[in-house]
T-cell receptor, first 116, second 115 residues
């Protein structure tokens, strides 16, 4: 399966702490994206990192990508109670011809709970 | 100002019924999708349309039939509903179907419960 796998499945921390979530995948990718889903809501795009990039920042978010290990991590610094949500990685894979599929494959997500 | 809107948000129906979920996007995107999220939160693509043409059709029972009257709308019709169809169905859109840098914009989901 091309599906990404997030780790841990659930993470519980205190406000102000950093939260790190990991994503592993199996086949070569064109890009990897992180999405957030609040309870009962749709997914919202957070950040995209391309296969030729190693690190990207957006506000309190830092994403790394290691294509040799087929893994990515999402770091949320100085977490807030409002960061409580599920976080999904999604990968856009390359086909045998080296071009990108049109679909984005999602993992199962990490449920992050930030306690005030 | 909702970018991707889908209706209904909640739907409870009996086994064997036929139901539809409607989706509209006002982002001017060419590509629309239907995703299914099960109870374990796995999100799987079902269909994708680009400019009213079907481009992705995953292994989905024939009871599920998408219809795209224009590129701003993608409806999902489900025949002979089964208990296993209970899930959250998300409509989504993106500017283009393939290539790098395309993020997907999701609707708020439609919670389908089959009893």
């Amino acid at each position: 399966s091309q599906q990404g796998e997030e780790d841990p499945q659930a993470l519980s921390i205190q406000e102000g702490e950093n939260a790190t979530m990991n994503c592993s995948y199996k086949t070569s990718i064109n890009n990897l994206q992180w999405y957030r889903q609040n309870s009962g809501r749709g997914l919202v795009h957070l950040i995209l990192i391309r296969s030729n990039e190693r690190e990207k920042h957006s506000g309190r978010l830092r994403v790394t990508l290691d294509t040799s290990k087929k893994s990515s991590s999402l770091l949320i610094t100085a977490s807030r109670a409002a960061d409580t949500a599920s976080y999904f990685c999604a990968t856009r894979h390359l086909n045998a011809g080296g071009t990108s599929y049109g679909k984005l494959t999602f993992g199962q997500g990490t449920i992050l709970t930030v306690h005030p | 100002d909702t970018a991707v809107s889908q209706t209904p948000k909640y739907l409870v129906t009996q086994m064997g019924n036929d139901k539809s979920i409607k989706c509209e996007q006002n982002l001017g995107h060419d590509t629309m999708y239907w995703y299914k999220q099960d109870s374990k939160k796995f999100l799987k693509i079902m269909f994708s349309y680009n400019n009213k043409e079907l481009i992705i059709n995953e292994t989905v029972p024939n009871r599920f039939s998408p219809k795209s009257p224009d590129k701003a709308h993608l409806n999902l019709h489900i025949n002979s509903l089964e208990l296993g169809d209970s899930a959250v169905y998300f409509c989504a859109s993106s500017p283009l179907p393939a290539g790098s840098g395309n993020t997907i914009y999701f609707g708020e989901g439609s919670w389908l419960t089959v009893v």
